[in-house]
């Protein structure tokens, strides 16, 4: 019963920007939008977090609509190492982890 | 700083018996959580841990319990080992204070 909803599966070319959206729009106000990603065979790993604002780190760029109804993680050139799952999550930051609910996010497939 | 470390990665049991896994968090993280990953059910939260206690329990059977220790390492074991048990165990640290979880390679359950 994850909070999100994101297609099942996307492709982009080498050296485009992949942009994977994400559907929250029964999102409350103390929680956040995480997102997180799992190469095939490995624990997830971290990508970004955010509350309303965009955010953006080495790895990627966060866009929340203004109603924080959806939300769009943005990598700049996809490499063939982002090809992986692709989870959006909404959690109330510094809470208890019991609420990390991991929908079947997107398969990102990057192609040369 | 070293990740999170998880042993064994691979294990092959029977039917009945039981198994111990272990997991040592990043450095000054307390919190501790564990998930089972399969096909069919997705990431699903087992249990976690804060400073020895456990602070949360999914809807696991009492088959599956968990516990951690004064350096915050933690160990969760299975007993009567069911063939619906084979899975990706996967433990996650985070720090209180930021909510984001870094996640471990996970030790691979496969039961016979």
């Known amino acids: 019963d994850a909070k999100t909803t994101q297609p099942t599966s996307m492709d982009c070319a080498e050296g485009r920007a992949a942009n994977l959206p994400c559907n929250h729009s029964?999102?409350?106000?103390?929680?956040?939008v995480y997102w997180y990603r799992q190469i095939h065979s490995q624990g997830p790993q971290y990508i970004i977090h955010g509350l309303k604002n965009n955010e953006t780190n080495e790895m990627a760029s966060l866009i929340i609509t203004e109603d924080r109804k959806s939300s769009t993680l943005i990598l700049p050139h996809a490499t063939l190492r982002d090809t992986a799952v692709y989870y959006c999550i909404v959690r109330v930051a510094f809470s208890n982890n019991n609420d990390m609910r991991f929908g079947a996010g997107t398969r990102l497939t990057v192609k040369p | 700083k070293a990740g999170v470390t998880q042993t064994p990665r691979y294990l092959i049991k029977t039917r009945g018996q039981q198994v111990t896994l272990s997991c040592s968090p990043i450095?000054?993280?307390?919190?501790v959580s564990w998930y089972q990953q399969t096909p069919g059910q997705g990431l699903q939260f087992l249990f976690e841990?804060?400073?020895?206690?456990?602070?949360n329990k999914g809807n696991f059977p009492g088959r599956f319990s968990g516990r951690q220790f004064s350096n915050s390492r933690s160990e969760m074991n299975v007993s009567t080992l069911e063939l619906g048990d084979s899975a990706l165990y996967l433990c996650?640290?985070?720090?209180?204070?930021?909510?984001?979880?870094?996640f471990g390679e996970g030790s691979r359950l496969t039961v016979l």
């Open positions: 996650a640290s985070s720090l209180a204070e930021t909510g984001e979880l870094f």
């Open positions: 450095s000054g993280h307390r919190s």
């Open positions: 029964t999102i409350s106000g103390n929680e956040y």
């Open positions: 841990y804060f400073s020895e206690t456990q602070r």
